[in-house]
């Protein structure tokens, strides 16, 4: 291996992907155990997790699936256990877990002010509560052995918030604060090899957004067609858009990056509009 492939490689690392049964998770997951990573899939579907695993070792790769709701420790810390058993400590976190609900949306036939505040609550837990309690049972580990990385998944709506999904774009916001709080806490506490950062997807067509950007078939709403056409690279993100930038940032390459947020949005961002 060269210098520089070594400085990329992440092989034989033991990397858990929460929300490792969803549509970006689940292709976190195939990337990192493409690259040669130990992963532990992170799922509350047994069955969607499982066969992410199935397609990882079906690539030569080692996987292993763990059943866990971010939003309980308890569950947390025994995936947590059984991980460290049959894998070994843990090199890499990526807080895949996350999401939308409906209930949070504002329609026609729901305003702003009849949203329901449990379920406002509930996207707050999946986002923000799930990825705190996942960086402190796996964060722990790192901090005693002196070395890791975090990678939360934030959001283009943390910067820029969208119209009708108040919830998740307050969530995502605070996933950005809490990266970087995090990022300066297990450094200066524990090892400045510590390093906590986040991506920010685009837009991707997942479960929870799908109602809202196409017609159920193969056109696009006008919420749809109002982003890709302010998208200059003019289409929704693949979930493996999202592989080259976690697999740099957890790598050795990304040693003196720590506390940022990288946007993966096709310039969605960066277009005025003009």
Not at 173 to 196: C, E, G, K
């Amino acid at each position: 291996m060269t210098e520089d492939a070594a400085n990329f490689s992440i092989q034989g690392q033991v990397a858990v992907v929460t929300g490792g049964s969803g549509v970006l998770g689940a292709a976190l997951a195939r990337g990192l155990g493409a690259a040669g990573a130990r992963v532990a899939v992170v799922g509350r579907r047994v069955e969607a997790t499982a066969a992410v695993v199935q397609a990882i070792r079906a690539s030569g790769g080692t996987a292993l699936a763990v059943a866990a709701d971010v939003r309980d420790r308890a569950t947390v810390v025994a995936a947590a256990d059984r991980i460290t058993q049959e894998l070994g400590p843990v090199d890499m976190l990526i807080n895949g877990a996350g999401g939308n609900d409906p209930r949070t949306t504002t329609t026609t036939d729901q305003s702003f002010f009849d949203l329901d505040p449990s379920a406002i609550q509930d996207v707050i837990m999946l986002n923000v509560t799930g990825s705190i309690i996942c960086a402190q049972v796996f964060g722990k580990g790192m901090a005693a052995r002196g070395a890791g990385s975090i990678i939360n998944i934030a959001s283009m709506n943390a910067f820029r918030p969208l119209t009708r999904i108040p919830a998740y774009s307050a969530a995502k916001a605070a996933v950005v604060n809490f990266t970087q709080w995090l990022a300066v806490h297990m450094a200066q506490t524990y090892s400045p090899d510590i390093r906590v950062n986040a991506i920010a997807p685009g837009f991707f067509l997942t479960d929870q957004n799908r109602f809202l950007l196409t017609d159920g078939g193969e056109g696009m709403t006008a919420r749809g067609a109002a982003i890709l056409a302010h998208t200059p690279q003019g289409r929704f993100g693949d979930p493996v858009d999202l592989v080259g930038a976690v697999h740099w940032l957890v790598s050795p390459a990304a040693r003196f990056v720590t506390g940022v947020v990288i946007p993966i949005d096709g310039g969605f961002a960066a277009f005025s509009g003009v």
